[in-house]
């Protein structure tokens, strides 16, 4: 399972709407949002709205599997 986490915090709220209206799985972890998927999780920054600042922080919580691309237009994670 891939998985991402990012802070329960405001700036991150878009994000975690977006992962789940895609049907990624959303759950609590603390003071985290865990983010998973059952094979790739794929977010698009235009579809989250984040400005670059907050897009590129998005894996400072960490994340489980292999980050295939992180750049001005898309993260990916896979399976490890």
């Known amino acids: 399972m891939t998985t991402l986490y990012v802070l329960d915090i405001p700036e991150f709220a878009d994000l975690v709407r977006v992962a789940r209206d895609t049907g990624y799985h ?10 998973s998927a059952d094979g790739p999780l794929v977010l698009g920054r235009h579809e989250v709205g984040a400005r670059p600042a907050v897009w590129f922080a998005a894996l400072t919580g960490g994340f489980s599997g292999r980050l295939v691309r992180l750049d001005e237009d898309e993260l990916c994670l896979d399976e490890g």
């Not at 959303?26 to 983010?35: E, F, K, L, T």
């Open 26 to 35: 959303i759950r609590s972890a603390g003071d985290y949002v865990q983010v």
